[in-house]
């Protein structure tokens, strides 16, 4: 199984519509089964629209309609025309940049059940700090997934408040009681792997059910997410690894590579993705 996540910077990026296309083109050429996006934005005064392959998820989304240039929407219908059909969802989190309703979204092959969940202190729309987790539940080949779609805070805000942690801490009520369930936990955790004591080692402390493909993966194609200061990194300008696909520590990883780099495709974001190969361990 070949799966994918970014944060596509949506329409913060130039040439948008090219960038699209190029996203298109390459879930279209590895046929990825499960994709988590993350900075998918709408115009927050565009066109509502309808879409049959669009599933509403349940819990605490906020209710905010698809809009017409919903950008998972039209990587989905890019998709469509080239006669891939994929199932997908997204929940708000808050107001992007003055402009776009800001979220989170999952594309699958398989249809499934989506599920949002509040995991922030702060439920103000207007403010970034505001943070929902986005669940498929989906049935595949008689395995059961749970796939989340995650985009956090940092470890810390600027007045030395928690932020990462209690919102991890609620993510596991998604988690809880899936022991017999396939799991992928992937997205931008704004927590950069090589600090110690920090959101990394939290997940590891908290969560050692869950496995890091980069660090499981036979092969490894790539490492650092991000090698730039970019927002909410202003001061770090150095290569770190942010963005992460975990899953249960009963799959195999075959494969770890990152992607839209520059070397294993153009990029299209300020993040590169990551793509796993997974298999059941035997």
């Known amino acids: 199984m070949n799966v994918l996540t970014l944060n ?6 130039d040439e948008p519509f090219d960038k699209i296309e ?25 066109e509502t629209v309808e879409n049959q392959a669009f599933i509403k998820p349940v819990g605490d989304d906020p209710g905010v309609s698809i809009k ?6 039209l990587i989905v219908e890019g998709l469509k025309e080239r006669g891939l059909n994929y199932y997908w969802s997204w929940t708000a989190n808050h107001v992007g940049y003055d402009t776009y309703d800001e979220g989170v979204g999952i594309l699958s092959k398989a249809p499934f059940t989506a599920e949002s969940l509040l995991v922030s202190d702060c439920q103000d729309y207007s403010h970034h700090y505001t943070r929902r987790v986005l ?7 008689g395995d059961s997934w749970s796939v989340l779609s995650c985009h ?14 209690k919102e991890w801490n609620r993510t596991k009520k998604l988690l809880k009681d899936e022991k017999q369930t396939s799991l992928l936990v992937m997205g931008d955790f704004n927590n950069e792997a090589s600090i110690d004591r920090e959101g990394y080692d939290h997940i590891c402390v908290t969560t050692p059910f869950l496995s890091d493909a980069y660090t499981q993966a036979q092969e490894k194609i790539g490492e650092a997410t991000v090698v ?17 696909i975990f899953t249960d520590n009963r799959k195999k ?17 300020d993040h590169f993705g990551i793509e796993a190969v997974i298999t059941e361990v035997e």
């Open 8 to 13: 596509t910077h949506a329409w913060m990026e």
């Open 22 to 46: 190029k996203i298109i083109d390459r879930i279209a050429a590895e046929s990825y089964v499960f994709i988590a996006l993350q900075e998918i934005n709408q115009s927050i005064d565009a």
């Open 68 to 73: 017409a240039d919903n950008f998972a929407l």
């Open 135 to 141: 669940k498929a539940t989906a049935e595949l080949d």
């Open 152 to 165: 956090y805070s940092w470890w810390k805000d600027e007045e030395g408040r928690e932020l990462f942690r």
């Open 228 to 244: 730039s200061a970019i927002d909410g990194w202003d001061q770090h300008p150095n290569e770190k690894r942010i963005d992460y």
């Open 253 to 269: 990883v075959d494969r770890y590579r990152v992607v839209f780099d520059g070397h294993n495709g153009p990029v299209v974001s």
